[in-house]
Structures are given as C-alpha cells and as structure tokens.
C-alpha cells in the first residue's frame, strides 16, 4: 500500500477523522479522480476508491490505489464490501457519474459496485453527492432530468454539471470541496443568510482610467467560502478584485459607490460584513473617451455616500472593517470605536494596511466592550470571524 502521509493534512485539517468514499464511473472525467483525491487527503480525509468495471477503461485501480493509499473497491465478494465499506463512511461522492449510473441509481439498480453502495448509503442515511459529466444532449434527456429529480428527493446533493457548448462537464474540484466540506461541517451556520461585500470600487476618471486601491478581495472570498462550509446562505457582493470567485457562491458585481448604494436598498440579510475597500471621492465629471497622455488634467473631486451607515439601517448586525497605518493596538481600537458609534455597527475588524493583498494578517475585532486580538491566515481570520458572530451577535 502508498504511503499518503507526506500530503496529509498538507493544506488544512477540516477533514481530518473523515471517511469518503469515492465511486468512479465509465466517464473520461475519471482522469480527474487522482488530483481529486489528492486534494481531499491534503484537508485530512481518508479516501476509499470504489470502480465500476467500466471506469477501469479510463483509470487504473493501481493509480487509484497509489493516489489514496487505500485499496479500490473494484468488484464485490463475500466481504460484503458494500457494507462493510460504506458504513465507514462520512459521506459518499459518485465522481463523475456517468447517465447509466445515475438512472441505475433512481431506479433501485444494483449491478456495480458504485450503485450497490449508493443503495446501501441511501439506505443508510449516508450523504450522497453526485458530479454528473457526460454530452449535454444526454443531461438534458428527460428520462435523465427525472431521474435526477428522483434522487434530489431522496436526499442527493447533485453538483454541476458545468454546461460548455455540447458537453456537461465535470463540476470543478473547487466546488466539490466546498460542497464535501459543507455536507461534514456541524452545520452551525445552517439557516442564517450572510451577505458579504468585498473588492474595490473603481470611480471613472475617463473611459480608460479610474481611481481604486490596491485591495485584492481575498478577504471576502474567504469569508463567504467560510460561511458556505458552515452551512449557510451566502451571497456576495464583489467590486473590482484580483482573485478568482468561486462559482459556487452566488455573486454579484458593482463598480461604483453609487452603484452599491443602490443594490443596498435590497439587503434583508442577518448580517452584513463588509471588507470591501470603497472610494471616498469621485471626480466631479467623467471626461467621455479617452483623455490624450499629452494633456494636464485637473481633478476634482466630490465626496461619495458612507456606505455603512445605508447598510445599518437596513440590518441589524452589520461589522465593517478598518485599515489604519502606523497606529499602536489600543489606538487602532480607539479609533474603531469611534467608527462603530458613528455608523451604528455591531463590531470593526480593525488592522494595518500593511497586510492587504497578503495571505495571512493580524487583525483586532472591536465592539464598544470588547476587543480580541487574532492572528493567522486569512481561512483562519474568516473562521474566527464567523465564531465571534455566533457567540456575540
């Protein structure tokens, strides 16, 4: 047997103590499975390989075996491999699964090894997670489409496809993550709907320039990959970044003040949290086309609307975040305090501008009694951040 220990837990614990049982299928999507499972072991899970006879024409059971350090699970004995198997696990994912196996599945079918433990993992109360990948024209089957329905009513999670021209491609390993690590959290988050606004505002100067800052957004993602593990109802607000979003989060871009002033008349959220970098100032005219670079421009610039004051009038639980230079912590909380009483927010995440675009900071959660000071990653600061809502707000 492989030896995975020198990836283990390389990239986070959140699954550590996890069984996943992965059940792979006849489809040229099983080429993904060695990264995929990679990618589980490195956030601490134990991955068991299950393959279908067919899924041997894409994949070995040898590369399987090597990627997971576990055996694959390629035919069923008296072992009862489809017990025994499947009741050690946490949750059992069918990645990819194939039309075949999906119809098989809805219709009670147990002829492979991937649909007698889907059966028993229903039967079970097991959590199943479905990535279909196969040609567009067989998705959008209706035979197919209703059996898909069947199974959501049992309980199936089902993840992508992704539609691209003719093809329903394999959801992405980024969204299988997240949906895994969502189904395993303890949920603690379940039914509360969190809208995070996040990015940089851009205030046009002419048709080519405009004046930002230099924040990425990494923030805001991660808060909303946070809450979404944890079970709740996310929804992003995103001006200009520079990181990816993930398409398992619903999004919605702005690239004004003005613009977001307007789309905050919509909030009816639990709470708000805002680590987004937004202009104070716009130029008083936007110059139509593009201003020669021989030309002297001169700019004037009016005040734009607070943003936090329009969002506190419309929810209730709203913490903004502030980013000072060269200030000492109790200054820095000063300061904070004086924002939270001006704008009527519940809390600040306070820190040095030193630390934006970088992967791990220092920050101060600050209310009008109460300060903590948290170190790490942004992934941890985003956790710690949810913690505080649960136990304060």
């Avoid at 929804?235 to 200009?240: A, R, T």
């Avoid at 675009?357 to 170190?375: A, E, L, M, P």
């Amino acid at each position: 047997m492989y030896s995975i220990n020198p990836i283990y837990c390389e990239k986070s614990r959140k699954l550590e103590g996890k069984t996943i049982v992965i059940g792979i299928t006849g489809s040229i999507a099983a080429s993904e499975c060695f990264t995929t499972i990679r990618e589980l072991i490195r956030n601490g899970a134990t991955v068991i390989p299950v393959m279908t006879q067919s899924a041997m024409n894409f994949v070995t059971p040898l590369s399987m075996e090597y990627a997971s350090g576990n055996k694959s699970i390629t035919e069923l004995t008296g072992e009862s491999e489809h017990i025994n198997i499947i009741n050690l696990a946490d949750i059992y994912i069918i990645y990819p699964a194939t039309a075949n196996t999906i119809s098989k599945i809805a219709n009670g079918i147990n002829d492979t090894t991937v649909t007698s433990m889907a059966t028993v993992a229903l039967g079970s109360n097991i959590p199943v997670v479905i990535a279909p990948a196969m040609h567009n024209t067989m998705f959008v089957n209706p035979a197919i489409q209703k059996n898909i329905e069947e199974l959501k009513k049992y309980g199936v999670t089902f993840v992508g496809p992704k539609i691209e021209k003719s093809k329903a491609k394999i959801v992405s390993r980024e969204t299988l993550m997240a949906t895994i690590l969502r189904l395993t959290s303890n949920n603690d988050l379940k039914s509360k709907k969190i809208l995070i606004i996040g990015g940089r505002s851009s205030e046009s100067i002419d048709s080519m320039r405009v004046i930002t800052n230099r924040s990425t957004g990494l923030m805001a993602v991660e808060l909303a990959k946070c809450a979404f593990e944890r079970g709740a109802d996310v929804k992003l607000w995103m001006g200009d970044c520079s990181v990816s979003l993930p398409d398992f989060i619903s999004t919605e871009r702005f690239d004004t003040v003005s613009e977001l002033a307007e789309m905050c008349e919509k909030i009816n959220y639990d709470i708000v949290i805002v680590p987004a970098a937004l202009s104070d100032f716009s130029p008083s005219r936007k110059v139509e086309g593009k201003v020669s670079s021989n030309s002297e421009i001169e700019l004037i610039l009016n005040p734009l609307p607070k943003i936090l004051p329009i969002i506190c009038k419309k929810c209730k639980n709203v913490i903004g975040f502030k980013a000072e230079s060269e200030l000492t912590d109790s200054e820095l909380v000063n300061r904070s305090k004086l924002k939270l009483a001006e704008y009527g927010l519940s809390a600040i995440v306070a820190n040095d501008v030193s630390s934006v675009g970088k992967t791990s900071t220092s920050v101060i959660i600050v209310t009008k009694n109460f300060s903590k000071n948290i170190s790490g990653t942004k992934v941890d600061i985003a956790n710690a951040i949810m913690d505080f809502y649960l136990e304060k707000l």
